[in-house]
């Protein structure tokens, strides 16, 4: 099993900055690739960030340019950088982890942007 936890949410004024995180354990040689995703009041989970296990990226086109998605050298702990946080971007992000026998998913954690 694959269990993931994710940190790093929080409140901030829309142009700053969060990091979140997210460290996979157990049995982590079996994933493929992990992502962020979001789901805001009212709306579907989204894509946010993807890395794959070869360090291929892609991002939605509503966070380009302001979200990079990085990860540790073991390939365990997976980051978002957030710069110029916008209040559209306020959600509950969940980080994923893809394996061959499915989908593992974060608990999530809160992200608002308000002044």
């Known amino acids: 099993q694959v269990q993931l936890v994710e940190s790093g949410g929080g409140s901030v004024q829309p142009g700053g900055s969060l990091r979140l995180s997210c460290a996979a354990s157990?049995?982590?040689?079996?994933?493929?690739?992990m992502a962020w995703y979001r789901q805001a009041p009212g709306k579907q989970r989204e894509l946010v960030a993807a890395i794959t296990r070869d360090g291929a990226i892609n991002y939605a086109d509503s966070v380009k340019g302001r979200f990079t998605i990085s990860r540790d050298d073991g390939k365990t702990t997976v980051y978002l950088q957030m710069n110029n946080l916008k209040p559209e971007d306020t959600a509950v992000y969940y980080c994923?982890?893809?394996?061959?026998?499915?989908?593992?998913w974060g608990q999530g954690t809160q992200v608002t942007v308000s002044s």
């Open positions: 994923n982890a893809a394996r061959s026998a499915g989908l593992i």
């Open positions: 157990g049995r982590t040689s079996e994933i493929a690739g």
